[in-house]
């Protein structure tokens, strides 16, 4: 089985800086997917980028950006100039190739400061 | 599109009630997910269909949670009889399921249930 762990349970940072959200995975699979979703106070689950576990280069999407260690299984994401609209639940999750059960963490609560 | 749509947003109830919760796919998605989020457990995946048909509930607590989708548009979650440890935030979520690739969950605003 799959587990998906989160040792940060809450963080913060100041507006503008850049902040690290922590994820450790347990998994035998060598082809897979991982994720971060965002889960703002409005309850909505949105994903924030992805991880194919075969592509050696790590994924980017304007001031998200993930540091994947597949030896090592670990799938930080980097927040660069955190705005207040960061402000959420944020989610790592976990899917086998070609399956639909996708394991998540526990969660980090971050909250950027003005 | 409209995403996935789920109602009712909020549910109270007593115990021992019956509740329904009920979710709209995105069309063309034939994949469909019941997750409930709770503070102990986080997100758990209850059940999942692939065209209309269940796949894996292995995720479904116990005997009182049952879930059926008896058409590509519509499925439902029902509790029955419903306890307060039900309480919980529950999410549908669908997708265009190919087998072998990548399949990205758009997931619906959540059904908010309280057990009293």
């Known amino acids: 089985a799959q587990t998906v762990t989160q040792s940060q349970p809450e963080m913060s940072v100041q507006e503008a800086e850049t902040v690290t959200l922590s994820c450790t995975y347990d998994t035998s699979e060598s082809n897979y997917y991982l994720f971060w979703y965002k889960q703002p106070p409005s309850r909505q689950m949105i994903l924030v980028i992805r991880?194919?576990?075969?592509?050696?280069q790590n994924a980017t999407e304007n001031r998200f950006s993930v540091n994947f260690q597949k030896a090592a299984k670990s799938f930080s994401l980097k927040i660069s100039d955190s705005q207040l609209g960061d402000t959420a639940m944020y989610f790592c999750?976990?899917?086998?190739?070609?399956?639909?059960?996708?394991?998540f963490g526990a969660g980090t609560r971050l909250t950027v400061k003005p | 599109d409209a995403g996935v749509i789920q109602s009712p947003r909020h549910e109270v109830t007593e115990m021992g009630q019956e509740v329904t919760l009920r979710c709209k796919p995105i069309?063309?998605?034939?994949?469909l997910f019941w997750y409930r989020q709770t503070m102990m457990r986080g997100l758990e995946l209850l059940i999942y269909?692939?065209?209309?048909?269940?796949?894996?509930d292995s995720g479904m607590p116990e005997d009182r949670f049952s879930a059926k989708m008896p058409n590509a548009s519509f499925s439902t979650l029902k509790i029955q009889p419903s306890e307060p440890r039900d309480s919980a935030v529950y999410f549908c979520a669908s997708s265009p399921w190919t087998s072998g690739g990548y399949n990205e969950q758009f997931f619906g605003p959540g059904t908010r249930l309280t057990v009293l």
């Open positions: 069309s063309g998605h034939n994949s």
């Open positions: 269909f692939n065209n209309n048909v269940p796949i894996d």
């Open positions: 999750a976990f899917m086998k190739r070609g399956n639909n059960d996708m394991r």
């Open positions: 991880q194919e576990a075969y592509k050696q």
